[in-house]
């Protein structure tokens, strides 16, 4: 009954039909922002990729100094001054690597 009442009173749902509009001149100016702003981030993916190949690179030499030094330690008294060393560097390469 109240179902009824609400459909009656011309409340009703919208026609699904109204949904398939030609969309709006604003939809179409932002679609072509959206363009836009995608083939400016296209022409920087080089220069990311390039970034993130010089970022691995330092990992990785700085992965294998590590390794290097932690066997040549010859007493146990020598690795926590391994580790602040290699801790403090690891902290300077992020650093450098945040400011660019």
Known sequence: ????????DGNS???????????????RISSSKKATNFSLATANVPAYQAKLLEM??????????F?????????PVEFPSVIAEFTNKRMAMFQSIGRQ
């Not at 749902?13 to 709006?24: G, I, K, T």
């Not at 690179?57 to 294998?64: E, G, H, L, S, V």
């Open 56 to 65: 691995a690179q330092a990992n990785i030499q700085f992965a294998f100094e």
């Open 67 to 75: 390794a290097q030094r932690l066997v040549t330690i010859r007493s």
């Open 13 to 27: 749902l919208p026609d699904p039909a109204s949904r398939l509009e030609e969309p709006q001149q604003d939809d």
């Open 1 to 8: 009954m109240f179902a009824r009442s609400v459909l009656d």
